[in-house]
């Protein structure tokens, strides 16, 4: 049933059946009030979550990690941050569900059954890092309005598809493309069904590369339906909104799609530093596209104790966007020094890279890790906050954590 739509002491009977007990005072009930057994279940339950795993907001649903749950080479489903804008589709028949190809600049407007695109298409898979934009929100001060996410906006699983890339050109590119945009099956949160929550989208070029993916499956197995059911984009390595999920509709433009959360401050930040609290004009807002170089110690949980004399084993995963991580460090005097860590190459491009480090601590005492990432650019993540931005976007300092020693 909607529960929107809850009325009447008829229903009322119908339901204290299926709950094996009479509703008691039904008749007293406010109206538009939803009883509490048919209130949205656990989330965490509902979502398959890890019951560590922290909520945001229900409207629409938001959740983050903490650190200490990243730990795995590749996250599993228990351990994804979800970020919505909409509401999450709740009637979704994978059989009869469709992708249409349109906009200005295809050469022949073309819809592709589910299965259509599973059986005609390669099949390729790639662990690749999806961050939320605002990851790392509640630092900044200013505050910035949003979601406060801490560190927990970022995973990297292991997604399978067909490349965008053979869709798109199976419909046609014409050459004046420049961007595609997603339209999907979310909803807008007041209903209005005229009205998309989001409708963002990437260069062509990003479009193209080969691990932009339709994707249908999550850690080999169907994605599940907080992360986009029964199929999503998946840009790795560019703020995950780009990753539009519940997709049906993707756009070829001859303009930079203009869809919603694509102006204004959304996932825009001021194309030059400018002061904390400064009002930007949206001419001065330039779209993010690669995250930069950030980094997340995952081990040991921060506020780790430790015997004198002993060493600490410390690791983590550290990204840089469109970028290779080239080197890690790690200090433990507040950033005076820093010593170089284990660094993994990653599993492919636009993958998370795994770093270890063994750490000696000199005596006893309250001691702060700090990591540390640089691209391959030389680009390394700032010991403090970066410049700031009015939505509180990329957050790149330094990780830290608290460790005594006993």
Known sequence: ???????????????????????????????????????????????????????????????????????????????????????IPEHVDASSWELTIDGESVKSRKTFSLQELKTNYQHHTYQLTLECGGN??????PPAKGNQWTVGAVSCAQWTGVRLRDVLEAAGIKSDAVYIGYHAADTHLSGDPNKEPISRGVPISKALQDETLLAFQMNGEDIPMAH?????????????????????????????HDGAKMGGSSYRVPCENVAPGTKVED????????????????????????????????????WAGELEVNQMEYSIDFGSNWITCSLEKPANRLAWQHFSATIDFPKKGYYEVWARATDQNGRSQPMVL???????YLNNACHRIAVKVV
């Open 386 to 392: 970066p410049g700031w931005n009015p939505k509180g």
């Open 1 to 87: 049933m909607d529960r929107r739509k809850f009325v009447g002491k008829g229903l009322l009977g119908i339901l204290a059946g299926s709950l094996g007990a009479e509703v008691v005072f039904a008749d007293r009930i406010p109206p538009n009030y939803i009883p509490l057994f048919l209130q949205d279940p656990d989330p965490f339950e509902r979502f398959l979550k890890d019951k560590e795993m922290v909520v945001l907001n229900d409207k629409p649903w938001n959740m983050e990690a903490q650190a200490h749950l990243l730990n795995d080479p590749v996250t599993p489903n228990k351990y994804m941050f979800i970020r919505n804008n909409g509401k």
């Open 228 to 256: 986009g059911y029964p199929l999503r984009l998946v840009c790795g390595g560019w703020p995950a909104s780009a990753s539009g999920k519940w997709v049906n509709r993707i756009s070829i433009r001859n303009k930079v």
């Open 136 to 141: 790392g929100r509640s630092e900044f001060d």
């Open 283 to 318: 001419t001065n807002m330039c779209i993010i596209e690669s995250m930069p170089v950030k980094s997340l110690i995952t081990h040991p949980k921060s506020g780790a104790l430790i015997k004198a004399g002993r060493a600490l084993k410390v690791n983590g995963h550290a």
